[in-house]
């Protein structure tokens, strides 16, 4: 079982290098050795999402995103060894790609440089998250609709509209799932179009039926990746990453970052009216990729927790920008927005609360809802080399942290644990495993990777205390394949996979 593109040629550019090289290669690996104690409640399955190119680009100057989605699970099993396997997203463009043996869709989210005949052929890569809800499993990226993957096969089965219900040709690969209500909260931006500002938000029953979509106009198109739920409101961040259709038409890049322009917080009753909301101003030319999570306090006020930059953190974006910033002068801090949807301001509140760095984590139960703490990565401040090359930054995160809201010190950015890794070595994107103990934290698990040559690198996922970082991992597994850097991941509890698959 195995579809390889290693004899194919790419672009010798940081999104085609070192650990972005891409691996072309689906693997079935099982009864893994699990090394040190494994944790009898991490039980499940750790799901991750890869960009993956099948073929080379047909324009040189691609990205690291715009590869062919691959799903892949760890399963850790009763029998405590690990299954590892991994597959590509059978999606239309995968299969007309595969068909003709060669890359047929052009630059990055552009439809205008693809090949002719695939006009209207669906071109998403699904490639960003695996969302797990109602006991289905999807492959999300922004800028299409999901595709259903069978969670145990990992079987391709189809572009995922739920049902016909959604409306929207978009669903972001960033929803947002309340545990109290098992209710799941999605959108999807360019909702009827390339550079459009149609916003759809749409709310899905514990059951998986999409019950209710609305759309409204943003301020303008930006990239809006990532959004958040409290218990009451539904916020739409707008960072000034920006598309425009003459741009895309005369075959240019999909995002300019636009400093002179204004962010902002939409903000509105989760279970309101679009014509409710209301916009709240936040200050020019920053960035976010990820929020760790938003609640309301006591007084009805709002808190937004966001990993926020003062431009856009990915340098293709900002070269395709005219913004030419050293690396050093790229600087963010996980950052709070605080509005008061029934005051008069119309301007956010700022404080940063934590250090720079992106992937914040809680435990899914506090989504919506105050989180005492929480984890993210970041890069060690005493690291003595250069991080490893990987993603879309083209540098990975090789530290661990804990924050601590309540306990840890604000001067200290409330980081009260940390497993910084050494020269050589980073992590992907951690997930959260909870746990059923009163007072422990739950556990982590993660990908590290290692270099260990000129091109050569090794993989592990790590298990660790999620209250205890700096001890280091409680177990390991190898996994002895070659592995692209991660976008994002899901932990799926065995419960819920064998209650789908009964
Ligand atoms: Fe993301």
New binding site residues.
């Given amino acids: 079982m195995t579809a390889s593109n290693s004899d194919a040629t790419f672009p010798q550019t940081p999104h085609f290098i070192g650990l972005n090289q891409p691996v072309g290669q689906e693997v079935a690996l099982s009864a893994l050795p699990v090394e040190g104690t494994l944790p009898a409640e991490v039980r499940g399955s750790f799901y991750r999402a890869i960009p993956d190119p099948h073929f080379p680009p047909k324009f040189a100057d691609d990205n690291v995103l715009s590869g062919d989605g691959m799903v892949s699970r760890l399963s850790f099993n009763a029998d405590g060894t690990a299954d590892f396997t991994m597959r590509y997203v059978r999606t239309a463009r995968w299969l007309a790609e595969n068909e003709a043996g060669r890359a047929r869709f052009g630059r990055y989210r552009n439809a205008f440089t693809d090949d002719a005949d695939m006009a209207g052929v669906d071109r998403t890569v699904a490639n ?2 695996p969302v797990w809800h109602a006991g289905r499993l999807l492959m999300a990226k922004e800028d299409g609709r999901p595709y259903r993957v069978d969670p145990i096969t990992l079987d391709t089965l189809g572009s995922y509209d739920f049902d016909g219900a959604l409306k929207s040709e978009t669903m972001t ?2 929803v947002r799932i309340d545990a109290q209500t098992g209710e799941l909260f999605l959108y999807g931006y360019e909702a009827d179009g390339l550079a459009s500002t149609k916003i759809a938000y749409a709310v899905v029953d514990p059951t998986g039926k999409l019950v209710r979509e609305q759309w409204f106009d943003a301020p303008y198109c930006a990239m809006m ?2 959004f958040t739920i409290t218990e009451h409101y539904a916020l739409f961040p707008i960072y000034p990453t920006t598309a425009d259709i003459e741009r895309l038409r005369s075959g240019g890049d999909h995002w300019v970052h636009d400093m002179a322009l204004d962010s902002w917080l939409g903000v509105m009753p989760r279970y309101g009216d679009v014509s409710e909301m209301r916009w709240f101003r936040g200050p020019k030319g920053v960035s976010c ?2 929020m760790m999570n938003a609640f309301e306090d006591a007084d009805g006020r709002i808190h937004f927790d966001q990993c926020l930059s003062n431009v856009n953190a990915f340098p293709f974006i900002r070269e395709a920008s005219g913004i030419h910033m050293a690396p050093h002068e790229v600087q963010g801090a996980l950052t709070r927005w605080t509005v008061d949807f029934k005051g008069e301001s119309d301007e956010v509140t700022e404080t940063i609360i934590g250090p720079p760095g992106d992937f914040p984590l809680i435990p899914a139960a506090m989504q919506g809802r105050p989180n005492p703490y929480g984890w993210m990565l970041s890069m060690d401040p005493q690291m003595k080399g250069p991080p490893l090359m990987g993603g879309p930054v083209y540098a990975m995160f090789n530290c661990l942290l804990r924050l601590d809201f309540v306990h840890g010190r604000p001067q200290a950015g409330h980081v009260v644990d940390a497993l910084p890794l050494p020269v050589g070595w980073s992590f992907n994107e951690p997930v959260h495993v909870p746990s059923a103990t009163p007072g422990h934290l739950g556990w982590i698990v993660a990908i590290v990777d290692h270099q260990t040559g000129d091109n050569t690198y090794e993989h592990a996922a790590w298990v660790l205390n999620a209250g205890d970082l700096a001890a280091g991992p409680v177990a390991k597994v190898a996994i002895p394949t070659r592995l692209r850097p991660q ?2 991941g899901w932990w799926v509890p065995q419960a819920q996979l064998d209650a789908a698959v009964a």
């Fill in positions: 960003t998250t690969a960033h990746h990532d990729y990820h976008v994002h």
